[in-house]
């Protein structure tokens, strides 16, 4: 076993990678590389294994899935793939919350997953896999209505899991359907996620949020706080602190850039936002990141797989 890891080759964010990229939905379906260390992005992401597979260091509990598992995750939660078999193959996507919150969950799993739990399914069929890879297949076919088709029915897909036993980890106790979302406040959430996504990276607030949610400040941050467990500032931070990870670990630009680039109004602003989330100071992660086995370029079904 210590071997295959000294041979490894890891995960490494591409221009176009889920970090960079936090208002896009994006659908995979390859062989994951594992990464060389925890990271975070501002979707949640589905996973379902296909063949082989995958453990992940997720914030404050681990979790294993296995050849069938269909799982979700919030992935504004620090994560880390280190771990896989070597047969590993999966598919899924990553969902920003415009379209997370359009989702017809109940509305206590809706919540556990934006706390961090994770939510784990094995009622899955023959038909998954097909499934997964056609809409992999249409994502990438540079055809409008059959990427649009693709999301449609991943979207299906994952409310068709309400009506099958489910997890939620770390409390491995069955969940039972509680109900539906709210649906005064779930659109109210799409249209402030979709503003906060067109204009992360430039100096907004409350009330310039509110403003295009068209609703008042006070009620626009109850809402969303209720709905996601965030601030709105919480959010907006966590999507400029994805894009600015991304630089961190593949450009020699500058710190000071990166943070003024990512919609931060100042260095220490930025170092203070990123030490919360990755406990240690942008500088640092980028010396550890870079200090871990160089990477290979892997083959798949796409691109690199987004890993986790």
Request: charged share 20%.
């Amino acid at each position: 076993m210590a071997e295959s890891k000294i041979s490894r080759t890891y995960y490494e964010p591409l221009a176009d990678g889920v970090e960079r990229l936090p208002t896009e939905l994006q659908l995979f379906h390859a062989s994951p590389l594992v990464m060389r260390a925890p990271h975070w992005h501002a979707q949640v992401e589905v996973n379902f294994i296909i063949k082989g597979w995958a453990h992940y260091k997720m914030s404050g509990h681990e979790a294993t899935f296995s050849a069938g598992h269909l799982a979700l995750f919030w992935g504004g939660q620090p994560h880390w793939l280190d771990d896989a078999s070597e047969d590993l193959v999966y598919a899924g996507g990553h969902l920003p919350l415009v379209h997370f919150f359009r989702l017809r969950l109940p509305a206590d799993v809706q919540a556990r997953l934006m706390q961090g739990a994770t939510l784990v399914t094995q009622a899955t069929d023959e038909s998954d896999p097909i499934s997964f890879a056609r809409w992999n297949l249409y994502a990438r076919s540079g055809d409008p209505m059959k990427a649009s088709l693709a999301v449609d029915e991943l979207l299906l897909r994952i409310e068709r899991i309400r009506f099958s036993p489910y997890s939620l980890l770390p409390d491995s106790k069955p969940v039972a359907d509680a109900g539906g979302l709210d649906h005064h406040a779930s659109p109210i959430v799409v249209r402030i996620c979709e503003y906060i996504a067109d204009n992360f990276r430039e100096d907004i607030d409350s009330v310039d949020i509110a403003v295009a949610a068209d609703i008042h400040p006070k009620y626009a941050m109850t809402v969303f706080k209720k709905s996601t467990g965030m601030t709105l500032n919480d959010y907006i931070n966590l999507m400029r602190l994805s894009y600015a990870q991304a630089m961190l670990m593949r450009e020699e630009t500058s710190v000071l850039t990166i943070a003024m680039e990512s919609g931060f109004g100042s260095l220490s602003a930025f170092n203070k936002s990123f030490r919360k989330v990755a406990g240690m100071s942008p500088s640092d992660f980028r010396r550890d990141v870079r200090c871990r086995p160089a990477v290979q370029p892997q083959t798949g079904t796409g691109s690199v797989p987004p890993a986790g």
